[in-house]
């Protein structure tokens, strides 16, 4: 069992940056993938980021591709999202996860096994 805390949403105005975290209680961290999604009010939660299991390999999607990175650190077991040029749509809670190492940075949200209670954020224009 993986459980998986978010922390570091807030509000903060159009252009501006924010560093999310995903702390997981488990001892073997580097078993997992992690991916980040994010859920806007009425509508389906969708892929946003996610790096492998050693952190040398991280996919994004387009809409935040450029502005966003994703990085671990296996040693406090913590992945962390930057989000910088921030946008009103990216308005949402944001959602850390975890997947089985073996589906590398997926997309697939039936794929990650764990997922966090989430943390909001919000762009103001």
């Known amino acids: 069992q993986v459980q998986l805390v978010e922390s570091g949403g807030g509000l903060v105005q159009a252009g501006g940056s924010l560093r999310l975290s995903c702390a997981a209680s488990?001892?073997?961290?580097?078993?997992?993938?992690v991916g980040w999604f994010r859920q806007a009010p009425g509508k389906e939660r969708e892929f946003v980021a996610a790096?492998?299991?050693?952190?040398?390999?991280?996919y994004y999607s387009d809409s935040v591709k450029g502005r966003f990175t994703i990085s671990r650190d296996n040693a406090k077991n913590t992945v962390y999202l930057q989000m910088n040029s921030l946008k009103p749509d990216d308005t949402a809670v944001y959602y850390c996860?975890?997947?089985?190492?073996?589906?590398?940075?997926?997309?697939?949200?039936?794929?990650?096994?764990?997922w966090g209670q989430g943390t909001q954020v919000t762009v103001s224009s």
């Open positions: 996860a975890a997947a089985s190492a073996g589906w590398g940075t997926t997309t697939k949200l039936y794929q990650y096994d764990y």
């Open positions: 790096i492998n299991w050693s952190g040398d390999r991280t």
């Open positions: 488990t001892h073997t961290f580097t078993n997992y993938a």
